[in-house]
């Protein structure tokens, strides 16, 4: 199983949540995060979910 990353936006640590059949990651949010009020996108596969959001458009 792949360990999920930080939120890319605030650092947050972030875990794994399941709602009626589907997967999907939110964070401890801080209150100047891009992510806080927006709704997390579900997947149907709980790897599906990890591999988008580890996903980073910049290398580390």
């Known amino acids: 199983m792949t360990e999920l990353k930080p ?3 605030c650092g947050g640590n972030a875990w794994i ?3 009626q059949d589907k997967y999907y990651v939110k964070c401890l949010h801080t209150d100047r995060c891009y992510l806080v ?3 997390p996108q579900k997947y149907n596969v709980r790897e599906a979910a990890v591999k988008m959001w580890n996903r980073r458009t ?3």
């Open 37 to 39: 009020g927006r709704a």
């Open 17 to 19: 949540e399941r709602s």
């Open 58 to 60: 910049v290398n580390e």
């Open 7 to 9: 939120c890319p936006f």
